[in-house]
Structures are given as structure tokens and as C-alpha cells.
């Protein structure tokens, strides 16, 4: 499945009732080279009274935190296999609850829970450079940072980016990633350019260790700073890497972000076997 090039490989327990996954087989299959590839896999099955209970893995195999966009695939899996209908529905990811529902054109909405840890405008050290970040936690924690705050050269103030293609996302990303600041669980990096209130985002994602084509918990990140340093209004619109386009919603009141969603496409886009 796809959600907004935020790709997972989508295995349902009423077909595979006895499937068992570790972090080796989820590892391998999820590498592009050797196996399907993905971003992450999702394991849904039906718990007691109804319940739609997924569990999301990160390529690597970890576990814990929440993909949004993982979720919103999920939601769109549910309708397909006649576990719901169009109506808002909850659900179960990682043990915690939220609730989602397909739209018209294949777009579906995904509603979390309130986010945490907001810390605005702080400094940080990375790329021999001083820079300007903010941090948020959306169920997965997520540093927001504007490409104009970055230095190509530190010795000429006025080299900063204007590109956001020609970012070096991988290698920044991945020293602020495991930087000690926000060790021992590191974070996900968002590079940020606004453009005529549209935010253009590219994300280094921890546990993918990778740049990705979409990240939903940090697009939702990168609206609520934007939101709070740049004053975006919601529905906020967000273009990854992928093109395709993401919306988050919110309301906002004394202080406390609340009705968070995020929309945008999802899709399957193969089915198939694999022996494991």
C-alpha cells in the first residue's frame, strides 16, 4: 500500500492466521533490493467487540511509534475487506486508540491525538552551523526545520538555501537523527519551504534510516509550527517528495491543539504472496 508515497507491506491475520513476524523477516522483506521494499509493514487483525487492531513496524523492525500515513492506509485496508463502511470509525495502532474514515477519491482522513513536547525556536549545532530548529512530538518525535535557516557555506551568511531540491536531506538529517540531543531514541527531521502559504517538506525518517517520499506524523509536525512561527492557517497544505498533496487540520484553543487530522491519497497498489 501507498500513502502518498509512504509505501507498507500490509499483511491481515484473517488470511494469515498464523503469521509470525521478527525484526529480522520484516528487515528483509521491507529492503528493496532483496525483498518487496517498504517503508514500514502493518499487521491488522480483529480484536474482541469489533475492534481493528494494527500494529505498525519500521523497516527496521522497530516498534512503538506512531505512522500516520501507516494509519491512514489501515483505514483504507479496513474499507476494502468490508471491515467498515465510509462512516468515522476507531481503531486500535499500537496499542493506542484513534479513529480515521475514507473520503471521496480514494482520500482518506486519519484524526490523532493531541501532540506534545512543542519546544519553538531553539539553536542547534549541526553541519558546522549553528541552526534554528523547533521540536514536536505527533506520536513520533520530529524536529522542523526551514531550509532558509541552513548555511551551504558557514564562512557566507548569505548562502542559505533556496531549494529545497537541492537539500542535503540524507546527510543533515541523519547527524540531527542521532544527534545527542535527543538521544538515546533520536528523532525524525523535517526540512521545510513555505511557498505562498504551501509548505514543500522532505524528512529523514528514523527507523527507515532513510530519506522517505512522505512522512504523516511529520508533515502534521511541520503544519503545527508552521502554524505557530510562520502563522499558516488551518487546513494547512503540505507537497512531499512524493507530489502528492497532504492536508492537516486543527483546531486551536488556549494553547492546546485539538480535532488534529490529516488527509491526503491512499491506495493498494499490488497484492500478492510471499513465503516466509
Not at 517498504?38 to 516498534?63: C, F, Q, R, W
Not at 479513529?99 to 549545532?125: A, H, I, T
Not at 552551523?129 to 551568511?157: E, F
Not at 508552521?226 to 487546513?235: A, D, R
Request: with cysteine; glycine share 10%.
Amino acid at each position: 500500500m501507498s500513502g502518498a508515497g509512504n509505501d507498507f507491506i500490509l499483511f491481515d491475520k484473517k488470511i494469515n492466521a498464523e503469521i509470525e513476524l521478527n525484526a529480522q523477516i520484516i528487515n528483509k522483506i521491507c529492503k528493496r533490493r532483496i525483498g518487496i521494499g517498504a517503508d514500514g509493514v502493518l499487521l491488522v487483525e480483529d480484536g474482541s467487540e469489533s475492534e481493528y487492531i494494527v500494529k505498525y513496524y519500521n523497516s527496521d523492525g522497530t516498534t512503538g511509534s506512531l505512522c500516520a500515513n501507516g494509519a491512514r492506509c489501515a483505514i483504507k485496508y479496513a474499507k476494502e475487506s468490508g471491515r467498515v463502511s465510509d462512516q468515522l470509525f476507531e481503531f486500535w495502532v499500537n496499542g493506542v486508540s484513534y479513529s480515521g474514515q475514507v473520503l471521496e477519491n480514494d482520500f482518506v482522513k486519519f484524526y490523532l491525538n493531541s501532540p506534545k513536547d512543542l519546544k519553538r525556536n531553539f539553536k542547534m549545532k549541526a553541519g558546522g552551523q549553528l541552526i534554528n530548529a523547533s521540536y514536536i512530538n505527533t506520536g513520533s518525535p520530529h524536529v522542523v526545520i526551514k531550509i532558509k535557516d541552513v548555511l551551504r557555506d558557514t564562512k557566507n551568511l548569505n548562502s542559505f538555501y533556496k531549494d529545497i531540491n537541492e537539500f542535503p536531506v540524507f546527510n543533515l538529517g541523519r547527524e540531527i537523527r542521532y544527534s545527542s540531543d535527543f538521544a538515546p531514541e533520536g528523532t525524525n527531521v523535517n526540512f521545510i519551504d513555505i511557498v505562498d502559504g504551501v509548505i514543500f517538506i522532505r524528512t529523514y525518517e528514523r527507523g527507515v534510516e532513510d530519506e522517505t517520499l512522505a512522512c504523516g506524523t511529520g508533515s502534521v509536525a511541520a503544519a503545527i509550527v508552521s502554524y505557530y512561527n510562520e502563522g499558516l492557517v488551518p487546513p494547512v497544505k503540505l507537497i512531499p517528495k512524493s507530489s502528492a498533496e497532504l492536508f492537516v487540520d486543527f483546531k486551536n484553543s488556549s494553547e492546546n491543539i485539538a480535532g488534529l487530522s490529516l488527509s491526503g491519497p491512499a491506495e493498494i497498489t499490488f497484492k500478492g504472496e510471499l513465503t516466509i
